[in-house]
């Protein structure tokens, strides 16, 4: 019988692409949801449902019974508080590690979780680490750059602009950044459940030695939209003086805002790439996409689903 895995932030960005990642091998899926409203993307795929969230102990038992290996994928990448991002980050990996048992699990961390005094969030997905690094079963945390691709809704705004003739970087010579195309990392992590990795924490990307520079983005985005743009670059106290609105907006209730004063301290990093090749390599990992063929394939997907309108270009 095929193996059994365990998925959850199946309804989030990464995770349609990850559940067609692993139903193309042959597993099969057991997904957690907080509610089902059917994804057009998952349309035939045989899936099984347990209702609950990272708190819920008894759906995590009940995701996790007889499973293979458990893949967690889902987390925050903005919240109100610190203690909002540690609840959902550290605490419900700790849960879910509990859960799992002796099955294989697979974390989705995140590549700032390198600078955990950056911000909450990288605090949290350092935590996060640690929780899955303490199990007694077996366990790989993957740490994924910037990640973009059909679904994306955190980078709209970056394709948005440009479509409008302004590209927006922050003024911070020589940063660079790895990236990854969303489906490209669905697939390293589908191809997790098998590698022979254990207790390890790894890095994944394109594979473009060094990453890229924010002219690299501006000029893929470009291409990809078929327009040019000039370049707006933020200076660092405009910036947080934004993130301080926003934090302050989100400790008043309205809706929470990704860019806050951590978030900015993550985005003037000068380093923030890649460069441990050992998950790469046991996958003998090929990505699908650069970066030009990335932003392309998102256009693309954001025209077809009118989230970007077709624009003309007037320079």
């Given at each position: 019988?095929?193996?059994?895995?365990?998925?959850?932030?199946?309804?989030?960005f990464v995770g349609p692409h990850l559940v067609r990642a692993l139903a193309a091998?042959?597993?099969?899926?057991?997904?957690?949801?907080?509610?089902?409203?059917?994804?057009?993307?998952?349309?035939?795929?045989?899936?099984?449902?347990?209702?609950?969230?990272?708190?819920?102990?008894?759906?995590?038992?009940?995701?996790?019974?007889?499973?293979?290996?458990?893949?967690?994928?889902?987390?925050?990448?903005?919240?109100?508080?610190?203690?909002?991002?540690?609840?959902?980050?550290?605490?419900?990996?700790?849960?879910?590690?509990?859960?799992?048992?002796?099955?294989?699990?697979?974390?989705?961390?995140?590549?700032?979780?390198?600078?955990?005094?950056?911000?909450?969030?990288?605090?949290?997905?350092?935590?996060?680490?640690?929780?899955?690094?303490?199990?007694?079963?077996?366990?790989?945390?993957?740490?994924?750059?910037?990640?973009?691709?059909?679904?994306?809704?955190?980078?709209?705004?970056?394709?948005?602009?440009?479509?409008?003739?302004?590209?927006?970087?922050?003024?911070?010579?020589?940063?660079?950044?790895?990236?990854?195309?969303?489906?490209?990392?669905?697939?390293?992590?589908?191809?997790?459940?098998?590698?022979?990795?254990?207790?390890?924490?790894?890095?994944?990307?394109?594979?473009?030695?060094?990453?890229?520079?924010?002219?690299?983005?501006?000029?893929?985005?470009?291409?990809?939209?078929?327009?040019?743009?000039?370049?707006?670059?933020?200076?660092?106290?405009?910036?947080?003086?934004?993130?301080?609105?926003?934090?302050?907006?989100?400790?008043?209730g309205a809706p929470v805002q990704i860019l806050t004063h951590g978030k900015v301290?993550?985005?003037?990093?000068?380093?923030?790439?890649?460069?441990?090749?050992?998950?790469?390599?046991?996958?003998?990992?090929?990505?699908?996409?650069?970066?030009?063929?990335?932003?392309?394939?998102?256009?693309?997907?954001?025209?077809?689903?009118?989230?970007?309108?077709?624009?003309?270009?007037?320079?």
């Amino acid at each position: 019988m095929a193996k059994l895995v365990a998925v959850t932030g199946a309804t989030g960005f990464v995770g349609p692409h990850l559940v067609r990642a692993l139903a193309a091998r042959g597993y099969r899926l057991r997904l957690l949801v907080r509610r089902w409203s059917p994804l057009p993307s998952l349309a035939g795929i045989e899936l099984e449902l347990v209702l609950g969230d990272l708190e819920d102990r008894a759906a995590l038992g009940a995701l996790c019974a007889g499973a293979d290996a458990v893949i967690h994928a889902a987390g925050a990448i903005k919240a109100r508080t610190t203690a909002d991002f540690m609840r959902a980050n550290r605490d419900g990996t700790a849960n879910l590690s509990t859960a799992a048992g002796a099955a294989r699990l697979i974390l989705l961390s995140s590549l700032v979780a390198r600078e955990p005094d950056l911000s909450p969030y990288a605090a949290s997905k350092r935590a996060a680490e640690r929780a899955v690094a303490d199990r007694s079963g077996p366990w790989l945390a993957v740490r994924a750059p910037a990640v973009y691709g059909p679904g994306d809704r955190e980078t709209l705004a970056y394709f948005a602009g440009v479509a409008r003739g302004l590209a927006l970087a922050p003024r911070a010579d020589g940063a660079r950044v790895s990236m990854i195309h969303v489906e490209d990392l669905a697939q390293a992590l589908a191809g997790c459940v098998a590698v022979e990795l254990d207790r390890e924490i790894c890095e994944i990307d394109d594979g473009k030695a060094e990453g890229y520079g924010y002219p690299d983005l501006a000029q893929a985005a470009e291409a990809a939209l078929g327009r040019t743009a000039r370049t707006l670059r933020v200076p660092r106290p405009a910036m947080a003086a934004l993130g301080r609105i926003n934090a302050g907006l989100n400790r008043l209730g309205a809706p929470v805002q990704i860019l806050t004063h951590g978030k900015v301290r993550e985005i003037f990093h000068p380093d923030w790439v890649v460069r441990d090749r050992k998950l790469a390599a046991v996958l003998a990992f090929s990505p699908r996409y650069g970066l030009m063929e990335g932003f392309r394939d998102t256009v693309l997907w954001y025209r077809r689903n009118n989230w970007l309108r077709q624009t003309r270009n007037t320079v």
